[in-house]
Structures are given as structure tokens and as C-alpha cells.
């Protein structure tokens, strides 16, 4: 599963944590988090964030 | 006025001595926007200061330069208190570049008419030289906006650290050890307090960054430049970055009849234990500012409020709002009111406690009209508690290896 890093802030969402907080179980892939979810440390939606390449 | 800070490096900013609000931070001794002017085989401005006092800033260049001699403007963050006078600096200096990342180029955009500008676009790890000085960029998004960064200047052990370690002090002196050092730390509190708190983990990674620079000297773009006291300003921040609170404890509330302020000081008398500070703030009688400021090394806070329409009075929702954006963690505390009919204020309070993950230690104290002697009783076992708690926060957080 593909980390997606937010384009603002630098904040990388990582599909195995997933964000609690945010009701985002772990194991959670990027395309399933809701359409509201926003980065935690800026704010931004998912249109803000783009896949981190390996 | 001296501004020297090393060979052909000079402070060129704008001391603006009368500005007491600062975008609702309030400023009892003014501001500086600091900018500063490399001499090299190129020459670079690092930063604008505001845009009423760009004439100013360009005087100041004046007395060292030409004109036409300066290369490159260094623009580390794109907040008008440091671009604001970037139009006219642009249109004044015929052959200068700015240099910025791409991030803070679009920010500018939107911003000003960028149009006519030269720019040399950089980006983290990036360097530029100048001759005898390179100017080394480290992004560092959210310190404490997205497009924040600091320049490095290896050949000097310079860092420009622009909003980071910086304080609001208006004063005819450039340097920490030409002041009272207790005052430049007290104003760096209140900076860090107001501006960094939400951004404590990248604080703490960016003092990690520091560590590998050989540094002698960090200009920040507000207030003093460090040179004598750096340690003691990385050590403050890194407490702050990973809260490390002092075994201290706040009180603050709203009160219509005094009702809830009969409750603040039992809990303020409770809270008075040896080894603790304890400290009560009504929150009509204190600024957000200084309110925010005791948030940041208090280890417990207990909010209050009277009710007013089925909630809390409203400047308690404005220190509320404030704190939540702030988001300082680790805190331990529990909310309090008196009431008349009905529920609001303190189950209101409760709540955002809890939304900003506190400790609470204990559901809201809430009190029918006045206190009688028993409320006040446990009003001031409850400050026993906060006061207990405040030890063992800062106790723990100390033997923490962070």
C-alpha cells in the first residue's frame, strides 16, 4: 500500500498506522480514507497530497 | 546604532517601536522586522521587513551599497511582516533576484504582482554563493508556515533562523548579552508560546537539524540576535518542543457575580502547595497573549466560566478557540462554573478539554448560584489535586529522554 505524502506540509500518511484520531483504521489504504479527512498537522484535504514513489 | 553582526554582514531592519497589536498578539514592547545585508563578491538582503517601512529598509541599504550592487533578496518566509516590502524593494533594485523556494514563490503570487520580478527559485539543501559566503537553504515547513525556511551561512556560523527563536522587543540594541537576558527569554516564551506551540514536533526535529550546523550566531527575524545565550535559547526551545512543563499550575475563568471567581480562588488556595506555582488569571483582565504564554509551561490548568444563554460567556469561548489552535498537549485539568437552571458552561468547557485530549481529571465542578462553605471545599480539594498532578507531570517529563 502506497504512502501519500501532504504537498504542503510534508506530513506522510502511512496506510499501517492509519490516523486514529481521525477515525482511520490501520491498514487503511489511501484511495478508502473518506473525502473529509485533512491533514493533521496543516489541514489540508486529499487533494493536497500526492504518492510518495519508493 | 551598531549593526554589525559580522564582517560586510549587517542588520538593515526596522525597529517599529509603537506597535502594541500584532495581528491580536499583543506587544507591550513593540517589534522588529529584522533584514540583513551580505557584502560579498555578491551581494544578498535577506528578507523585507513591513511594507510601510520598505524606505526605510532601502535607506538603510543605501548607506552600505548601491543599488544596482545588490545580487539576490533572500525571501525565507512569505508572511507580509517580511514581504510586505518586497514590491518595493523589487522595483528599487534594478539587478537583484529574489530567491525563494517554489512553495513561497506561489504564496507571494497571491500576495502581490510578482510580474516584473527576477527570481532564482532554490529548494531544501540548495546553495548559493556569494564569494567568500555561500547561503545554504533548509526548509522548514511549518515553523510556522508551510513555505518557512531558514538560511545558513557556513563561512560565518550564521544561522538565519527567521521566525524561529525570535521575540518582539523594540530596543536601540542588536544583541542578547546587551540586554537583561531574562527579558529576551521572557519575550521568546511569549513568542514560542504564541506563534510555535502548535508546531512543537517540528521544532523538536529542526533543533535536531541544528545540532549538525556548526552555528555562532542565529539572527531571527524578529527582536535580538543570539551570539552569548544560544544555548540557553536551543535548551528553553527544546523544553517547549517537547513539553516539558514546570510544576506549575493555572487557574482561569469568567465570572458574571463572582460566583465562578469565588471558585477560582478556592481552587487557586488549593493549588498553593510547596514546590508548586500557582497562578490565577481572569480572562477579561488578561490578554489572549499572556493567557497563552502561562499555558505553555503550566504542567495543570483548570477553566471556568459562569453560565450566560446555555453556554459559556464569550470571551471564555475565545480563549477556548485560541487554545485549541494553539493545541498545547500533555496538559492535565478539568473545567468549572456556577450555573442558575440548566447545563452549559462547565459541561461546554469539559468537552473541549477533551477535544484537545486533556487529562481531565475530574467531571466539570459545577455549583447552583453561589458556593456554599462545602463547594468551597471542594474547590479547593480539586486545586490539591491540580497541584499534585503539576509535580508529577513535570517530574515525569523530566526523566523523560526526549
Request: contains cysteine; aromatic residues 10%.
Amino acid at each position: 500500500m502506497k504512502k501519500y505524502q501532504c504537498d504542503i506540509c510534508g506530513w506522510v500518511y502511512d496506510p499501517e498506522e492509519g490516523v486514529p484520531d481521525q477515525n482511520v483504521a490501520p491498514g487503511t489504504k489511501w484511495e478508502d480514507v473518506s473525502d473529509d479527512f485533512v491533514c493533521p498537522e496543516c489541514g489540508v484535504g486529499k487533494e493536497d497530497f500526492s504518492p510518495v514513489e519508493n | 546604532m551598531e549593526t554589525l553582526l559580522k564582517e560586510n554582514i549587517n542588520w538593515v531592519g526596522f525597529i517599529d517601536w509603537n506597535i502594541r497589536d500584532f495581528h491580536s498578539y499583543i506587544t507591550p514592547r513593540g517589534a522588529t522586522y529584522n533584514s540583513y545585508l551580505i557584502q560579498d563578491e555578491k551581494t544578498a538582503l535577506i528578507d523585507a521587513v513591513k511594507a510601510p517601512f520598505a524606505d526605510n529598509l532601502l535607506r538603510n541599504i543605501k548607506g552600505l551599497t548601491e543599488f544596482e550592487k545588490v545580487d539576490f533578496v533572500v525571501c525565507n518566509h512569505a508572511e507580509p511582516d517580511h514581504s510586505g516590502g518586497l514590491p518595493r524593494v523589487m522595483e528599487t533594485l534594478p539587478n537583484a533576484k529574489l530567491v525563494c523556494t517554489e512553495k513561497c514563490l506561489k504564496v507571494l503570487e497571491r500576495q502581490y504582482d510578482t510580474s516584473g520580478w527576477l527570481t532564482h527559485i532554490v529548494k531544501d539543501g540548495d546553495s548559493l554563493s556569494l564569494g567568500k559566503h555561500t547561503l545554504t537553504f533548509i526548509e522548514t515547513p511549518l515553523l510556522h508556515w508551510p513555505e518557512s525556511m531558514f538560511t545558513y551561512v557556513p563561512e560565518a556560523k550564521l544561522l538565519f533562523s527567521m521566525d524561529a527563536f525570535g521575540q518582539h522587543y523594540a530596543t536601540s540594541n542588536r544583541f542578547d548579552d546587551e540586554v537583561d537576558l531574562s527579558t529576551v527569554m521572557e519575550e521568546a516564551k511569549i513568542y514560542y508560546a504564541n506563534i510555535l506551540t502548535p508546531f512543537g514536533r517540528r521544532v523538536a526535529a529542526t533543533l535536531e537539524k541544528a545540532k549538525t550546523l556548526d552555528i555562532e550566531m542565529i539572527a531571527p527575524s524578529h527582536g535580538l540576535i543570539w551570539r552569548s545565550h544560544i544555548g540557553t535559547i536551543l535548551d528553553a526551545y527544546h523544553d517547549w518542543a517537547t513539553c516539558k512543563p514546570e510544576p506549575k499550575v493555572l487557574v482561569i475563568y469568567d465570572t458574571q457575580w463572582d460566583s465562578t471567581g469565588l471558585m477560582a480562588r478556592a481552587i487557586i488556595d488549593g493549588a498553593s502547595q510547596p514546590g508548586v506555582e500557582a497562578i490565577l488569571l481572569h480572562i477579561r483582565q488578561s490578554s489572549l497573549t499572556r493567557i497563552a504564554t502561562e499555558v505553555l509551561d503550566s504542567a495543570a490548568v483548570a477553566i471556568g466560566s459562569s453560565n450566560l444563554n446555555q453556554g459559556m460567556m464569550p470571551m471564555a469561548g475565545a480563549l477556548l478557540t485560541y487554545l485549541k489552535g494553539l493545541n498545547p498537549v500533555g496538559k492535565a485539568g478539568f473545567a468549572f462554573g456556577s450555573y442558575g437552571w440548566g447545563k452549559g458552561a462547565p459541561e461546554a468547557i469539559d468537552q473541549w478539554l477533551r477535544d484537545m485530549k486533556w487529562d481531565v481529571l475530574r467531571d466539570p465542578i459545577k455549583v447552583k448560584f453561589r458556593p456554599n462553605p462545602e463547594d468551597l471545599a471542594m474547590c479547593r480539594e480539586a486545586g490539591e489535586l491540580l497541584a499534585k498532578k503539576a509535580i508529577e507531570i513535570h517530574e515525569s517529563s523530566v526523566s523523560r529522554i526526549d
